[in-house]
């Protein structure tokens, strides 16, 4: 994605601010004191909006199954926002032959396995195998708000 001067200056001054960190990859950054109070009290809110609503508290690491992920359509629409987890699976010759191939500069990450897991796209992804009998319009609700927060752009499914 080309980000025009004026997200470029912004994302920028964010950085200089200390709110975000850059890690030398665009768009992963880490996030500093101030960015994750920003986060908690935005949190803090809309659980306290909510609580009339008696909402179940559900919250997922930033990885969710691989057979979850083939089952939906976002391979096909969004494949530019799929991030597949992939890790070493061998013994000690094999390894030897990956660092082999890592010593020559060459393509080591084909010594990698896929993994079990993909990165979640949005927000709302794990919350599909779980969410069956759950008000959706509160998980839907939910995801849109925090998405909005997000620094780049979040692919949010058809089906909502």
């Given amino acids: 994605m080309v980000l025009d001067s004026t997200y ?9 601010a200390g709110l975000l960190i850059p890690t030398g990859v665009p768009g992963v950054y880490g996030r500093g004191a101030t960015f994750e109070h920003i986060v908690e009290c935005f949190d803090a809110y809309v659980t306290q909006m909510g609580a009339h609503l008696n909402p179940e ?6 990885i ?15 494949p530019d926002l799929m991030g ?3 890790t070493f699976i061998g013994d000690s010759a094999k390894h030897q032959q990956m660092l082999e191939i890592f010593e ?3 393509d080591w990450t084909r010594s990698l396995s896929k993994s079990a ?12 195998p779980t969410a069956s009998g759950m008000n959706h319009q509160m998980i839907l ?9 997000n620094m780049s752009a979040w692919a949010l499914p058809s089906r909502h």
């Fill in 8 to 16: 470029k200056s912004f994302q920028d001054d964010l950085a200089r």
């Fill in 57 to 62: 508290v559900m919250r997922f690491p930033p």
């Fill in 84 to 86: 597949s987890v992939h």
């Fill in 117 to 128: 897991v993909m990165l979640c796209p949005a927000v709302c992804y794990p919350l599909y």
């Fill in 141 to 149: 609700a939910a995801c849109k708000a925090f998405a909005s927060m």
């Fill in 64 to 78: 969710f199954n691989r057979d979850h992920y083939e089952e939906i359509d976002h391979i096909r629409n969004f």
């Fill in 104 to 106: 020559r500069n060459e």
